[in-house]
Nanobody, 116 residues
Framework: QAQLVESGGGLVESGGSLTLSCAAS????????MGWYRQAPGNERELVAS???????YSADSVKGRFTISRDNAKKTISLQMNSLKPEDTAVYYC??????????WGQGTQVTVSS
């Protein structure tokens, strides 16, 4: 059974840093593009960053230069290093996995709150 478990959310002041982690199980991790989405109240869920099995990275314009996604195929984990956090980064962050021919995988979400 596929399972993605996030950790590392919390409350931080504007300008601060947080690192989110996601541990995957029950999936063929090395064939799965992993990513982080976020959803703020009243907003649609949006893609923040993704990393494919080869390590190619996509980052949304709103987080470029501030957030860094990485993956460890041996440990089946991904991380999102978030620096220079802004109040507008406040959202529930979701770990996701996408593999062609399979339904998307989702974690339960972790709250990130940035105070001004």
């Amino acid at each position: 059974q596929a399972q993605l478990v996030e950790s590392g959310g919390g409350l931080v002041e504007s300008g601060g840093s947080l690192t989110l982690s996601c541990a995957a199980s029950g999936i063929i991790f090395v064939l799965t593009t992993m990513g982080w989405y976020r959803q703020a109240p009243g907003n649609e869920r949006e893609l923040v960053a993704s990393i494919n099995p080869s390590g190619s990275v996509y980052s949304a314009d709103s987080v470029k230069g501030r957030f860094t996604i990485s993956r460890d195929n041996a440990k089946k984990t991904i991380s999102l290093q978030m620096n220079s956090l802004k109040p507008e980064d406040t959202a529930v962050y979701y770990c996701s996995g996408k593999r062609r021919g399979f339904a998307d995988y989702w974690g339960q979400g972790t709250q990130v709150t940035v105070s001004s």
